[in-house]
């Protein structure tokens, strides 16, 4: 019922920043959180960060905390995820996520059970 697709991803420099975009169709009038997650090759998928559906709670991985900002415009159905200082341990294929606990709440307290709908993934590689 919902189709996420993940762009923005690329190469760049430690230090440097990208900004990833997650255009959502579908079912979209529905209360979702949403979320980032990314993957590395060989590791699990490891919680990046989510935001509510109201926009007014945010949650981060302490490994990007401080670094990274997730937000989201309703009237054009996207969800962002603002990369700064990005390190080489950032390099992960990374995947947008739609969850109907409206909270985001699910995202911060199960991770591994959070996400009902999933984009195909971005690539982002960060360079020495």
Known sequence: QVQLVESGGGLVQAGGSLRLSCAA??????????????????????????????????????????????SRDTAKN?????????????????????????SGVRFAMMPTMAGDYWGQGTQVTVSS
């Open 25 to 70: 169709s579908g079912h979209t009038f529905s209360s979702y959180a949403m979320g980032w997650f990314r993957q590395a090759p060989g590791k699990e998928r490891d919680f990046v960060a989510a935001i509510s559906w109201s926009g007014s709670s945010t949650y981060y991985a302490d490994s990007v905390k401080g670094r990274f900002t997730i």
């Open 78 to 102: 996207t969800v962002y995820l603002q990369m700064n200082s990005l390190k080489p341990e950032d390099t992960a294929v990374y995947y947008c996520t739609a969850d109907e606990g409206p």
